[in-house]
């Protein structure tokens, strides 16, 4: 496209061309005046991007609307012309959409004139061979952009001539297949009628052969069909498609159709239009028959397959109720069913999505007939797989049924439950289930069982989808007819009871009615989770566990009708009596927004527990008695206790009984279950006891829970009921996964070989060695004679040899296998204890949100750390993973990180400061950091709780803000330090902290001792001397970095200082500064990674010093780190070239601009410059500046000028000065230079190391600056261009401003001290002279 637009572009702008035509000159005096935006907007409109194109187009449009007579406008249209045949296949619809809407605008361009310059341009006639595809494509889209433009239609003249083109297109279908066509059809499906029939005979051929020889002339008759009937049997006659000759043509038509959209993945408009046409022609049986089943259905191939599918979706809201069933019990539905049912590898296209979506728009489409609605969804519901219906239980589309469509969908489910009419189904069995000889797999009961599953699962998944205030009377209907079928039977029908009025035509078995009763409870804990406003209530202010009590009771009460499948004793009748009881009573007795909470969690449990009385009557019965033992305590009890009746032995132990009661009710494997547990604990957890506490945790210590064999019982029963349920499910899967079983058993024998040649013993081998002797078969095994072996054993001998082998090996076997057994049922219950222990961290979370300022929640830490520590070493299921994840959130969320912790811990002051130091310890002493972190974050905890004790130390209140750096007073020191005992906490963080700085691996952190400094400054105050101690001395480099580093974060903290009065602190930051001298002594001679670590911290240290000294205006000493700094220069200079340490580098000069010694820059142009010096004032590199704009060109010879007269002045003096980069930095300058410093030898590598130091800042419009600035740092003054290695007089030294010794100078001077009051390099100027140049710089504009 580049090219071709580049030629256009160029073309008018050719010189010569002014004289052929008088036009010429014109136009390209024109293009020259085209903006450079004007021309990227045709590179826009090709771009990929949609909102580029889009904008693109728009803004060209309003550039054209300013100028809709100019040159600009000819230029457009010729660059979309030629846009439409550029290489680029996804540029050419860019171009043709952008001419498109360029014409729609200005409706005043021909659209004739237009579609000549399409036809000139890419002339067919006279284009090359190479270029005749894009040529082709150019001329399509220019007709589609004709039509696109809306203005085609209109014109009669261009409509004439597009078609014409386009039937000359058609010619070339190696390159555009069946596009001209389609264009064409199109395009006459917009235009009149009237026009229409004068087209028609120019378009279509009289031959019926032609019209039904492609897809494309077949659309084009249906259209001409039914938009101008007469005219089209005037040119064709009385034409019959659904005729028996016909027919084979239009199957071979849609095959051909069906191939084209293969990738498209869509309905071809042909075939929809054959649809309406054999509905308006009351032939579509005969279509639906021989075409599609008999047809395309005939020899099965997947495009026509899916297209039949599209078109069964598609015909869906076309048909009327008499003609759906015709559809949806034919061979095309079993079809489909077939495709659902084997579609299922990961690769294999799936057709259930797009169907889904089919249904979807006609349920929703045709709400106000539900009877059609009905008819659809029976009818995909009758679509069975050996009785098992081929859609999932959860179906998306039932949520637009109508309320009318829904009722009698519930009702033909339940019907089909109790009475299984097979004849009704659709049923099919593949291909692999045919060549099955298992007879077993074709009764009637088989079918039924995968029915019935089936259709109670689609039941309960219903209520998934409804809103529980619009459709109640259906959810109650449900749930009625799963809790009567999972725990109850008909005797006698009665009207009172409306499920006893049906009977089974199949009898339930028992594997059926496990299923229903696992749905029902699954149906319940839908209801809980539906309504969260008002958790199951239903219209009378009821809830849902309620009203099915309700109903269990009437059902228990009518005895000559209903039956129970586990009739009840009489103590567990009294128990569910005593029950209801209970209900009542808190219904009545529950006042207080409080109480009613408290009320509604007991009765939910009452009310689940009863119900579960009818799945477990045993255990239920026992827990509904110590259930109302607890209420009837926890409701008695008017007054709160007191904090410390919580710790009283004698305490009634109903908190202590019903916290077990949940722990029992959490081994189940039911979610209903764990969330009323969750609900009832967050109502007692206020009266939650110690003992109560030790319960719940000893849930979580390994050595302690030894009490669950129940839970592993429990589990291991509901396990198999799952199992139970998956293998009832689809047997289908089971006759799938048989060969598999088959190669798993074959892999166990292996394994158990393995494992019976590992574990063999000696014990085993002394065995089967006597066995050997005793036979007289031991001379054979040491090799003796086989012939005397032959002649001692006889045949019986042998056989007895033979039978004391296979009876030894057989008793191993078996030993092996217990041992497996044994391992087996081991793992198994670590599985359950897991995942019991997921679920009791629910109390705790409770615990923990609920009642953050309880004293018990101090006694969570350390078990919550000990699983962690745990889960960590062993954290390789995921269920392990799982346990860690949920008990470090909650440790870390809901525990350290909450904004309410325990503020009266009373007698427990001495108890929580023994835990901070044993956390603390143990946090030193874990081998993994991530987990000393949690027990450092408990530590941290600990001491927020001791801060904040109302029962320690009065706090007085805090004083008013006083400004930076005062004294601070007393009363602040207490309030930072709250109620904390600093004598006990401190030697407990100050040994951890020695540990930190002094053990090789230690798993404490810089980050956890910041967290500690930033919480408890005052703490920070006591332990930084510890870390002083070891920035230098015999410390390990890696420790010294990690004490800078604290330092470097600890001290800008504002909190920390105001913990230290004015002369404490600046001797801190003296202390700390000698100390940070002393390490710089070393600056640049690191060799291994924990010693340049060292050097870093170091000066980031000290660049946090000085800005420390700089914002309080300290009175500090700088002259020693001044000069410690100024001598490591030079080796850091070569280093950074060397080595590359760029980041040490910068830190050193930002340490020197702080103490006004301001960085060279030439140092970093000399470095870039040194590659090239080049003797010619015109080189290599002036050629590639050559395409710069000609502004920057005069400027750059402006300043080249003098350089090149300056630099040539000592060639001519017949100087032998080679060319360096110090001549070419002193040719920049703007400041004159003395002659007789240019007449000096060019110094020596190290003189010019120390002319870039820090003696000679950067440029500086006065000399007399420059030397003011050196005398500041104190050093001698060196000129910029003098040898460095000269000494400069003493009346250069400093007179004012520092009165110490100069790293240069041996004569003893005052000790004077150094005032940063100012980053800039006039530092120590006088007040004076810093207020004038304030002044020049303020009066500058």
Same mark, same amino acid.
């Given at each position: 496209?580049?090219?071709?637009?580049?030629?256009?572009?160029?073309?008018?702008?050719?010189?010569?061309?002014?004289?052929?035509?008088?036009?010429?000159?014109?136009?390209?005096?024109?293009?020259?005046?085209?903006?450079?935006?004007?021309?990227?907007?045709?590179?826009?409109?090709?771009?990929?991007?949609?909102?580029?194109?889009?904008?693109?187009?728009?803004?060209?449009?309003?550039?054209?609307?300013?100028?809709?007579?100019?040159?600009?406008?000819?230029?457009?249209?010729?660059?979309?012309?030629?846009?439409?045949?550029?290489?680029?296949?996804?540029?050419?619809?860019?171009?043709?959409?952008?001419?498109?809407?360029?014409?729609?605008?200005?409706?005043?361009?021909?659209?004739?004139?237009?579609?000549?310059?399409?036809?000139?341009k890419h002339d067919l006639q006279k284009v090359k061979k190479a270029t005749?595809?894009?040529?082709?494509?150019?001329?399509?889209?220019?007709?589609?952009?004709?039509?696109?433009?809306?203005?085609?239609?209109?014109?009669?003249?261009?409509?004439?001539?597009?078609?014409?083109?386009?039937?000359?297109?058609?010619?070339?279908?190696?390159?555009?297949?069946?596009?001209?066509?389609?264009?064409?059809?199109?395009?006459?499906?917009?235009?009149?009628?009237?026009?229409?029939?004068?087209?028609?005979?120019?378009?279509?051929?009289?031959?019926?052969?032609?019209?039904?020889?492609?897809?494309?002339?077949?659309?084009?008759?249906?259209?001409?069909?039914?938009?101008?009937?007469?005219?089209?049997?005037?040119?064709?006659?009385?034409?019959?498609?659904?005729?028996?000759?016909?027919?084979?043509?239009?199957?071979?038509?849609?095959?051909?159709?069906?191939?084209?959209?293969?990738?498209?993945?869509?309905?071809?408009?042909?075939?929809?239009?054959?649809?309406?046409?054999?509905?308006?022609?009351?032939?579509?049986?005969?279509?639906?028959?021989?075409?599609?089943?008999?047809?395309?259905?005939?020899?099965?191939?997947?495009?026509?397959?899916?297209?039949?599918?599209?078109?069964?979706?598609?015909?869906?809201?076309?048909?009327?109720?008499?003609?759906?069933?015709?559809?949806?019990?034919?061979?095309?539905?079993?079809?489909?069913?077939?495709?659902?049912?084997?579609?299922?590898?990961?690769?294999?296209?799936?057709?259930?999505?797009?169907?889904?979506?089919?249904?979807?728009?006609?349920?929703?489409?045709?709400?106000?007939?539900?009877?059609?609605?009905?008819?659809?969804?029976?009818?995909?519901?009758?679509?069975?797989?050996?009785?098992?219906?081929?859609?999932?239980?959860?179906?998306?589309?039932?949520?637009?049924?109508?309320?009318?469509?829904?009722?009698?969908?519930?009702?033909?489910?339940?019907?089909?439950?109790?009475?299984?009419?097979?004849?009704?189904?659709?049923?099919?069995?593949?291909?692999?289930?045919?060549?099955?000889?298992?007879?077993?797999?074709?009764?009637?009961?088989?079918?039924?069982?995968?029915?019935?599953?089936?259709?109670?699962?689609?039941?309960?998944?219903?209520?998934?989808?409804?809103?529980?205030?619009?459709?109640?009377?259906?959810?109650?209907?449900?749930?009625?007819?799963?809790?009567?079928?999972?725990?109850?039977?008909?005797?006698?029908?009665?009207?009172?009871?409306?499920?006893?009025?049906?009977?089974?035509?199949?009898?339930?078995?028992?594997?059926?009615?496990?299923?229903?009763?696992?749905?029902?409870?699954?149906?319940?804990?839908?209801?809980?989770?539906?309504?969260?406003?008002?958790?199951?209530?239903?219209?009378?202010?009821?809830?849902?566990?309620?009203?099915?009590?309700?109903?269990?009771?009437?059902?228990?009460?009518?005895?000559?009708?209903?039956?129970?499948?586990?009739?009840?004793?009489?103590?567990?009748?009294?128990?569910?009596?005593?029950?209801?009881?209970?209900?009542?009573?808190?219904?009545?007795?529950?006042?207080?927004?409080?109480?009613?909470?408290?009320?509604?969690?007991?009765?939910?449990?009452?009310?689940?527990?009863?119900?579960?009385?009818?799945?477990?009557?045993?255990?239920?019965?026992?827990?509904?008695?110590?259930?109302?033992?607890?209420?009837?305590?926890?409701?008695?009890?008017?007054?709160?206790?007191?904090?410390?009746?919580?710790?009283?032995?004698?305490?009634?132990?109903?908190?202590?009984?019903?916290?077990?009661?949940?722990?029992?009710?959490?081994?189940?494997?039911?979610?209903?279950?764990?969330?009323?547990?969750?609900?009832?604990?967050?109502?007692?957890?206020?009266?939650?006891?110690?003992?109560?506490?030790q319960l719940i945790l000893d849930v979580l210590n390994p050595e302690k829970n030894a009490d669950e064999d129940s839970?592993?019982?429990?589990?291991?029963?509901?396990?198999?009921?799952?199992?139970?349920?998956?293998?009832?499910?689809?047997?289908?899967?089971?006759?799938?996964? +048989?060969?598999?079983?088959?190669? %798993? =058993? /074959?892999? #166990? $024998? !292996?394994?158990? &070989?393995?494992?019976?040649? *590992?574990?063999?013993?000696?014990?085993?081998?002394?065995?089967?060695?006597?066995?050997?002797?005793?036979?007289? +078969?031991?001379?054979?095994?040491? %090799? =003796? /004679?086989? #012939? $005397? !072996?032959?002649? &001692?054993?006889?045949?019986? *001998?042998?056989?007895?040899?033979?039978?004391?082998?296979?009876?030894?090996?057989?008793?191993?076997?078996?030993?092996?296998?217990?041992?497996?057994?044994?391992? /087996?049922?081991?793992?198994?219950?670590?599985?359950?204890?897991?995942?019991?222990?997921?679920?009791?961290?629910?109390?705790?979370?409770?615990?923990?949100?609920?009642?953050?300022?309880?004293?018990?929640?101090?006694?969570?830490?350390?078990?919550?750390?000990?699983?962690?520590?745990?889960?960590?070493?062993?954290?390789?299921?995921?269920?392990?993973?799982?346990?860690?994840?949920?008990?470090?959130?909650?440790?870390?969320?809901?525990?350290?990180?909450?904004?309410?912790?325990?503020?009266?811990?009373?007698?427990?002051?001495?108890?929580?400061?023994?835990?901070?130091?044993?956390?603390?310890?143990?946090?030193?002493?874990?081998?993994?950091?991530?987990?000393?972190?949690?027990?450092?974050?408990?530590?941290?905890?600990?001491?927020?709780?001791?801060?904040?004790?109302?029962?320690?130390?009065?706090?007085?209140?805090?004083?008013?803000?006083?400004?930076?750096?005062?004294?601070?007073?007393?009363?602040?020191?207490?309030?930072?330090?709250?109620?904390?005992?600093?004598?006990?906490?401190?030697?407990?963080?100050?040994?951890?902290?020695?540990?930190?700085?002094?053990?090789?691996?230690?798993?404490?952190?810089?980050?956890?001792?910041?967290?500690?400094?930033?919480?408890?400054?005052?703490?920070?105050?006591?332990?930084?001397?510890?870390?002083?101690?070891?920035?230098?001395?015999?410390?390990?480099?890696?420790?010294?970095?990690?004490?800078?580093?604290?330092?470097?974060?600890?001290?800008?903290?504002?909190?920390?200082?105001?913990?230290?009065?004015?002369?404490?602190?600046?001797?801190?930051?003296?202390?700390?500064?000698?100390?940070?001298?002393?390490?710089?002594?070393?600056?640049?001679?690191?060799?291994?990674?924990?010693?340049?670590?060292?050097?870093?911290?170091?000066?980031?240290?000290?660049?946090?010093?000085?800005?420390?000294?700089?914002?309080?205006?300290?009175?500090?000493?700088?002259?020693?780190?001044?000069?410690?700094?100024?001598?490591?220069?030079?080796?850091?200079?070569?280093?950074?070239?060397?080595?590359?340490?760029?980041?040490?580098?910068?830190?050193?000069?930002?340490?020197?601009?702080?103490?006004?010694?301001?960085?060279?820059?030439?140092?970093?142009?000399?470095?870039?410059?040194?590659?090239?010096?080049?003797?010619?004032?015109?080189?290599?590199?002036?050629?590639?500046?050559?395409?710069?704009?000609?502004?920057?060109?005069?400027?750059?010879?402006?300043?080249?000028?003098?350089?090149?007269?300056?630099?040539?002045?000592?060639?001519?003096?017949?100087?032998?000065?080679?060319?360096?980069?110090?001549?070419?930095?002193?040719?920049?300058?703007?400041?004159?230079?003395?002659?007789?410093?240019?007449?000096?030898?060019?110094?020596?590598?190290?003189?010019?190391?120390?002319?870039?130091?820090?003696?000679?800042?950067?440029?500086?419009?006065?000399?007399?600056?420059?030397?003011?600035?050196?005398?500041?740092?104190?050093?001698?003054?060196?000129?910029?261009?003098?040898?460095?290695?000269?000494?400069?007089?003493?009346?250069?030294?400093?007179?004012?401003?520092?009165?110490?010794?100069?790293?240069?100078?041996?004569?003893?001077?005052?000790?004077?001290?150094?005032?940063?009051?100012?980053?800039?390099?006039?530092?120590?100027?006088?007040?004076?002279?810093?207020?004038?140049?304030?002044?020049?710089?303020?009066?500058?504009?």
């Amino acid at each position: 496209m580049a090219e071709m637009e580049s030629q256009d572009v160029a073309e008018p702008m050719a010189p010569g061309e002014a004289s052929k035509s008088g036009a010429r000159p014109a136009d390209r005096e024109g293009l020259l005046k085209h903006s450079r935006e004007f021309l990227d907007f045709f590179w826009d409109i090709a771009k990929p991007q949609q909102e580029t194109r889009l904008e693109a187009t728009e803004k060209l449009l309003e550039y054209l609307r300013a100028r809709p007579q100019g040159a600009e406008m000819k230029y457009a249209l010729k660059r979309l012309i030629t846009g439409l045949g550029v290489g680029r296949e996804t540029a050419r619809p860019c171009y043709s959409l952008a001419l498109a809407q360029l014409l729609q605008s200005f409706e005043d361009i021909p659209l004739c004139s237009i579609l000549q310059q399409i036809q000139e341009k890419h002339d067919l006639q006279k284009v090359k061979k190479a270029t005749m595809r894009p040529a082709l494509f150019a001329n399509l889209f220019g007709v589609l952009a004709l039509f696109q433009s809306g203005r085609l239609v209109k014109d009669s003249e261009a409509l004439m001539k597009s078609v014409k083109l386009l039937q000359t297109l058609a010619q070339h279908h190696n390159h555009l297949q069946e596009q001209p066509q389609k264009a064409l059809v199109d395009i006459l499906a917009e235009v009149p009628e009237a026009t229409l029939q004068e087209i028609l005979p120019k378009v279509l051929r009289a031959d019926l052969n032609s019209v039904l020889g492609s897809p494309e002339h077949l659309e084009l008759f249906l259209l001409a069909r039914q938009k101008v009937p007469r005219k089209l049997e005037e040119l064709v006659g009385p034409v019959s498609l659904f005729s028996d000759e016909n027919v084979p043509r239009l199957v071979s038509v849609l095959k051909m159709a069906a191939a084209s959209v293969k990738k498209e993945r869509k309905l071809p408009a042909v075939a929809l239009d054959l649809l309406r046409l054999a509905l308006q022609e009351g032939k579509f049986p005969r279509f639906w028959k021989d075409v599609v089943e008999q047809g395309l259905l005939k020899k099965q191939s997947w495009p026509a397959s899916y297209l039949c599918f599209r078109l069964l979706g598609a015909a869906l809201p076309l048909l009327s109720a008499e003609q759906l069933p015709l559809v949806m019990r034919g061979d095309l539905i079993r079809h489909f069913g077939e495709h659902m049912v084997t579609a299922k590898l990961p690769n294999q296209f799936r057709f259930a999505p797009e169907m889904n979506e089919y249904v979807g728009a006609f349920l929703e489409g045709c709400r106000a007939d539900p009877e059609r609605q009905l008819a659809v969804v029976v009818a995909f519901t009758s679509v069975t797989n050996q009785g098992l219906p081929v859609l999932p239980t959860f179906w998306r589309a039932v949520r637009f049924l109508s309320p009318p469509a829904l009722k009698g969908y519930v009702a033909w489910l339940r019907t089909m439950f109790l009475q299984p009419d097979l004849d009704s189904l659709v049923d099919f069995s593949t291909s692999n289930q045919k060549k099955a000889q298992d007879a077993s797999l074709h009764v009637p009961e088989r079918a039924v069982s995968r029915l019935r599953k089936w259709l109670i699962l689609r039941l309960v998944s219903i209520v998934d989808t409804l809103h529980v205030e619009k459709e109640e009377d259906v959810i109650e209907e449900v749930a009625r007819f799963c809790f009567f079928h999972s725990f109850f039977e008909a005797k006698k029908p009665t009207s009172q009871i409306p499920e006893t009025e049906q009977r089974f035509s199949f009898p339930l078995e028992s594997r059926t009615r496990e299923v229903v009763g696992s749905a029902f409870f699954s149906l319940l804990q839908t209801l809980s989770t539906q309504c969260r406003q008002a958790p199951e209530q239903t219209q009378d202010s009821q809830p849902w566990t309620y009203r099915l009590v309700r109903f269990a009771d009437s059902l228990l009460n009518h005895s000559r009708n209903v039956a129970a499948l586990t009739p009840f004793t009489a103590q567990q009748r009294q128990a569910w009596d005593r029950m209801l009881q209970s209900v009542r009573e808190l219904e009545a007795t529950s006042s207080g927004a409080g109480a009613k909470a408290k009320a509604a969690a007991f009765q939910h449990l009452l009310l689940l527990v009863g119900i579960y009385l009818f799945k477990s009557p045993t255990e239920s019965c026992d827990l509904l008695g110590d259930i109302q033992t607890c209420i009837k305590k926890s409701l008695g009890e008017k007054t709160r206790r007191t904090r410390s009746k919580a710790t009283n032995p004698q305490e009634p132990p109903w908190v202590e009984v019903l916290v077990e009661i949940l722990l029992a009710l959490l081994a189940q494997p039911s979610h209903l279950m764990r969330q009323v547990a969750r609900s009832v604990f967050s109502h007692i957890c206020s009266h939650l006891t110690p003992r109560a506490l030790q319960l719940i945790l000893d849930v979580l210590n390994p050595e302690k829970n030894a009490d669950e064999d129940s839970v592993v019982v429990t589990d291991g029963s509901e396990e198999q009921l799952e199992g139970a349920e998956d293998r009832s499910s689809d047997s289908e899967d089971d006759r799938a996964s +048989a060969g598999e079983e088959d190669s %798993g =058993e /074959d892999s #166990d $024998d !292996d394994s158990e &070989e393995e494992d019976r040649d *590992a574990d063999v013993d000696q014990g085993f081998r002394e065995q089967l060695m006597a066995v050997l002797r005793a036979g007289k +078969a031991l001379g054979a095994v040491d %090799g =003796e /004679d086989d #012939d $005397d !072996d032959g002649d &001692e054993l006889g045949d019986e *001998a042998m056989m007895a040899l033979d039978q004391n082998l296979a009876s030894l090996f057989a008793e191993q076997k078996l030993r092996i296998q217990a041992r497996k057994d044994e391992k /087996d049922k081991l793992r198994k219950e670590k599985v359950l204890r897991r995942d019991f222990q997921i679920r009791v961290l629910d109390l705790i979370e409770v615990l923990v949100t609920k009642q953050p300022e309880s004293p018990l929640v101090l006694e969570l830490l350390e078990p919550l750390l000990d699983v962690i520590r745990r889960s960590m070493r062993t954290s390789s299921t995921k269920q392990e993973q799982d346990l860690l994840h949920k008990t470090a959130r909650i440790f870390t969320h809901h525990l350290c990180r909450s904004r309410h912790y325990c503020h009266d811990v009373g007698r427990l002051v001495g108890t929580l400061y023994a835990q901070v130091e044993r956390l603390v310890q143990q946090a030193g002493r874990q081998a993994d950091a991530a987990v000393s972190l949690y027990y450092f974050n408990a530590a941290l905890y600990l001491l927020r709780v001791l801060k904040g004790n109302a029962a320690g130390k009065p706090v007085c209140k805090a004083p008013k803000k006083e400004k930076a750096g005062s004294q601070p007073k007393g009363p602040e020191v207490a309030q930072a330090a709250g109620g904390l005992d600093l004598s006990l906490v401190t030697p407990i963080y100050s040994s951890a902290l020695t540990s930190f700085l002094t053990r090789r691996n230690s798993p404490l952190t810089v980050t956890m001792f910041l967290s500690l400094f930033s919480r408890h400054p005052v703490l920070c105050k006591s332990l930084l001397p510890v870390v002083i101690q070891h920035v230098t001395g015999p410390a390990r480099p890696r420790h010294q970095a990690q004490a800078c580093l604290l330092l470097q974060k600890a001290l800008p903290a504002r909190e920390l200082r105001v913990c230290f009065d004015d002369p404490e602190w600046e001797q801190l930051v003296s202390q700390i500064l000698a100390k940070v001298t002393e390490n710089l002594r070393t600056l640049g001679e690191a060799q291994t990674k924990s010693e340049h670590q060292k050097e870093l911290s170091s000066l980031g240290l000290l660049n946090t010093l000085f800005r420390t000294i700089h914002q309080e205006k300290l009175t500090v000493d700088l002259t020693a780190v001044l000069g410690v700094l100024q001598s490591k220069q030079l080796s850091l200079q070569q280093r950074e070239c060397a080595a590359g340490s760029s980041r040490l580098y910068d830190l050193y000069w930002q340490a020197m601009k702080a103490l006004g010694v301001q960085r060279p820059k030439s140092a970093k142009k000399e470095a870039k410059e040194v590659p090239s010096v080049p003797q010619n004032p015109v080189g290599t590199k002036r050629k590639k500046k050559g395409f710069l704009p000609e502004t920057k060109k005069r400027k750059k010879a402006k300043s080249e000028g003098p350089a090149q007269e300056e630099g040539a002045r000592p060639a001519a003096a017949g100087e032998q000065q080679p060319p360096s980069t110090g001549k070419k930095r002193r040719n920049r300058r703007k400041a004159t230079v003395p002659a007789q410093a240019k007449q000096r030898p060019a110094p020596d590598p190290a003189a010019a190391a120390a002319i870039t130091g820090p003696g000679t800042p950067a440029k500086t419009p006065k000399l007399k600056k420059k030397r003011k600035l050196s005398q500041v740092n104190g050093a001698a003054p060196v000129s910029p261009v003098e040898p460095a290695g000269k000494k400069q007089p003493q009346k250069d030294l400093p007179e004012k401003g520092v009165s110490g010794k100069s790293p240069q100078s041996a004569l003893p001077r005052k000790k004077a001290r150094l005032s940063l009051a100012s980053r800039s390099p006039s530092v120590l100027q006088s007040g004076a002279k810093r207020k004038k140049a304030q002044l020049r710089k303020a009066r500058k504009p």
